[in-house]
């Protein structure tokens, strides 16, 4: 029986547990751990705690037309997670480890898996942490894999456009740090400015490069992407921007469906020149956004919601998500017996 809300927004949901492996002695624990409660016991000097050892990633599973359960690109989510975990001096979750996890916790709540008539996914987040104990600032000898799951809906209100407003005084990231991997301290730093943000009135945050303050970086939440007047699709090419699965995907679809792609700095007064602006990600999928609010100005872009250009990719992705359409690039992963 379905215990899916009839609402659903983007906030934890209780379920019927969470899968849990540990790295201890040189290797991850042979079998996953299913646990029903939702707390983690740690020790008072895990190094998550004092140092912030700890990574994440998300992805969904979809409840697909033809009644099967999939999962989009799960393996680039467990490279990305392997290169986050190399970069914070952690062990590599092995990919069949990640995906077995997955498969095992969506099973375990299939029950919170939306219907295919419902429109929403399951959001699947995998935690790596540093569960060992160490006073010194140094890697510990314990970690921790979780994978937990909650049924989910449209972070943003689907299609319609939002306003983000540019950070003058903050960076999310350093020049040469951690903002390529998706290091839970990055999001960390970026909360008062998020927040701020959203006291203003503005859904977004929108980050500049953290060397000279002048080119695109990324929004608070996901990736920047815009469609210039030629029809290009437009990203930047930034050291310190998460590689976003979800851009990724768009980028093959473009290359697909005969829309040049460029990926290059872009300055921020390149904007105002641009025919569509969204952001995009896992939870957002692509979220236009009409409005980028500067110190001295208001740049208007597109309409109330999501350009033409922005609006075939985004309807080709989820179609493929959802198996509206065939998955011609082998990106979704089916959940046997669910």
């Known amino acids: 029986m379905s215990r899916v809300p009839d609402k659903l927004g983007f906030d934890f949901v209780q379920t019927n547990g969470h899968v849990q492996y540990v790295w201890r002695n040189g290797k991850w624990s042979d079998d996953a751990e299913l646990q029903a409660s939702p707390y983690v016991r740690v020790h008072i000097a895990a190094t998550a705690l004092h140092y912030g050892q700890s990574v994440f990633e998300g992805l969904k599973a979809f409840r697909c037309r033809d009644g099967r359960v999939r999962v989009f690109r799960p393996d680039r989510n467990a490279a990305r997670m392997a290169e986050s975990a190399e970069r914070l001096m952690m062990p590599v979750v ?15 709540n299939a029950d919170f898996i939306p219907s295919y008539e419902h429109g929403g996914s399951l959001y699947i987040r995998p935690i790596l942490f540093g569960s060992g104990a160490r006073v010194p600032p140094e890697p510990a000898d314990e970690y921790t894999f979780i994978v937990y799951v909650v049924p989910v809906g449209d972070y943003y209100a689907g299609t319609s456009a939002v306003t983000a407003l540019v950070v003058r005084d903050a960076d999310r990231a350093a020049p040469l740090g951690v903002g390529h991997v998706k290091a839970a301290g990055n999001y960390a730093a970026s909360m008062e400015s998020t ?7 503005y859904p977004l945050s929108l980050y500049l490069d953290p060397l000279h303050h002048k080119y695109i970086d990324e929004f608070s939440t996901s990736n920047f992407v815009a469609i210039d007047a030629n029809g290009h699709y437009v990203t930047p090419e930034s050291r310190t921007v998460l590689p976003s699965i979800t851009n990724a995907s768009l980028m093959q679809l473009c290359a697909d469906m005969g829309i040049p792609v460029e990926r290059r700095q872009i300055a921020i007064e390149e904007v105002a020149r641009f025919a569509e602006v969204a952001a995009c990600g ?3 999928v692509l979220s236009p956004v009409n409005r980028i609010v500067t110190d001295a100005d208001v740049i208007s872009i597109g309409t109330l919601t999501i350009g033409p250009i922005m609006k075939r990719l985004y309807d080709r992705l989820k179609a493929i998500q959802r198996g509206d359409e065939p998955d011609p690039f082998g990106w979704m992963h089916v959940v046997p017996n669910v």
């Open 195 to 201: 927040l701020s943000s959203k006291k203003k009135g």
């Open 94 to 108: 092995p990919t069949d480890v990640f995906i077995a996890a997955i498969e095992r916790c969506i099973r375990a």
């Open 282 to 284: 896992t939870a957002v």
